[in-house]
Antibody
Framework: EVQLVESGGGLVKPGGSLRLSCTAS????????MNWVRQAPGKGLEWVSS????????YYADSVKGRFTISRDNAENSLYLQMDSLGAEDTAMYYC???????????WGQGTTVIVSS | SFELTQPPSVSVSPGQTARITCSGD??????AYWFQQKPGQAPVMIIE???ERPSGIPERFSGSSSGTTVTLTISGVQAEDEADYYC???????????FGGGTKLIVL
């Protein structure tokens, strides 16, 4: 079964850091680009970052550039998001999503919740 | 970056046809994708590349494109189709992705 499972979310104080993980199974992870997408409570979807299958191409939304770092370990079938200098505006459900261009984001995880609060 | 504009909500009676639009200049040059999200669940892609249905998506879901507007059509709406629907498109070269603001489909 093709599956993505996120972990690492939690409660963190403003200015703090958190590292999210996404573990893939059931498909050839090292053949796919991967993304992080977030959704603030009661709000819409926001693309956060993407990384190509070989890590050669990495992109960020302006809202997180300079604070978040995406990475992957193909040997471990894992995707990561290092989040630093967190603010209340980063409170959201964070999803990882497989990206098979041009077919799009065809597989999503169930998400992990990040709450930034003092 | 560019923007994608969707109506906040669309209401329809069961069995009728619902149409949800998404507008943006980039849509005349880039593919559009549609996602369905039910409360407490992750998004599910229901239309890829403007008008193709991924495996397992019911035939009542269809997509179309005309100029800078794409449309998601749900024929014979069922109560279970009540959800939020998001359009999405890549920036040229797939450097980054943009989502529309989402449309809540209300089944009366």
């Amino acid at each position: 079964e093709v599956q993505l499972v996120e972990s690492g979310g939690g409660l963190v104080k403003p200015g703090g850091s958190l590292r999210l993980s996404c573990t893939a199974s059931g498909f050839n992870f090292n053949s796919y680009n991967m993304n992080w997408v977030r959704q603030a409570p009661g709000k819409g979807l926001e693309w956060v970052s993407s990384i190509s299958y070989g890590s050669g191409h990495i992109y960020y939304a302006d809202s997180v550039k300079g604070r978040f770092t995406i990475s992957r370990d193909n040997a471990e079938n894992s995707l990561y998001l290092q989040m630093d200098s967190l603010g209340a505006e980063d409170t959201a459900m964070y999803y990882c999503a497989r990206d098979q261009r041009p077919q799009g984001m065809d597989v999503w995880g169930q998400g992990t919740t990040v709450i930034v609060s003092s | 970056s560019f923007e994608l504009t969707q109506p906040p909500s669309v209401s329809v009676s069961p069995g009728q046809t619902a149409r949800i639009t998404c507008s943006g200049d980039a849509l005349s040059k880039q593919y559009a994708y549609w996602f369905q999200q039910k409360p407490g669940q992750a998004p599910v892609m229901i239309i890829e590349k403007d008008n193709e249905r991924p495996s397992g998506i019911p035939e009542r879901f269809s997509g179309s494109s005309s100029g800078t507007t794409v449309t998601l059509t749900i024929s014979g709406v069922q109560a279970e189709d009540e959800a939020d629907y998001y359009c999405q498109s890549p920036e040229s070269g797939y450097v980054y992705w943009v989502f529309g603001g989402g449309t809540k489909l209300i089944v009366l």
